[in-house]
């Protein structure tokens, strides 16, 4: 069974920065596709930046030039690098593994438990 863990979430102040990682395990695709989800308070889950073995990685609008995804096959660990933080970033922060092209936002995805980033 494929389970995600992810750590990294905090409180921090606007223009601050924070990494989220998400290990996963018993995920054996051979063309993986890591997700990150993003929730606002009362706003339906949103997806911001994925990555899958081929092309560049995917980023919404949103945080295009602020986040920066990345997978390391080896810890099989996706990260993800958020920089210049505003309020507007605040939300719960999910990863999802699931399969195809990162610009599909990786189709039937399995989930992580979520972790809070507070920016104030």
């Known amino acids: 069974d494929v389970q995600l863990v992810e750590s990294g979430g905090g409180s921090v102040q606007a223009g601050g920065s924070l990494t989220l990682a998400c290990v996963v395990s018993?995920?054996?695709?051979?063309?993986?596709?890591m997700a990150w989800f993003r929730q606002a308070p009362g706003q339906e889950r949103e997806g911001i930046a994925a990555?899958?073995?081929?092309?560049?990685?995917n980023y919404a609008d949103s945080v295009r030039g602020q986040f920066t995804i990345s997978h390391d096959a080896a810890k099989s660990t996706t990260y993800l690098q958020m920089t210049s933080l505003k309020p507007e970033d605040t939300g719960m922060y999910y990863c999802?593994?699931?399969?195809?092209?990162?610009?599909?936002?990786?189709?039937?995805?399995?989930w992580g438990q979520g972790t809070q980033v507070t920016v104030s």
């Open positions: 999802a593994a699931g399969w195809g092209p990162s610009d599909s936002w990786c189709y039937s995805p399995r």
């Open positions: 018993g995920y054996n695709y051979k063309r993986y596709c």
């Open positions: 990555i899958d073995n081929d092309g560049p990685a």
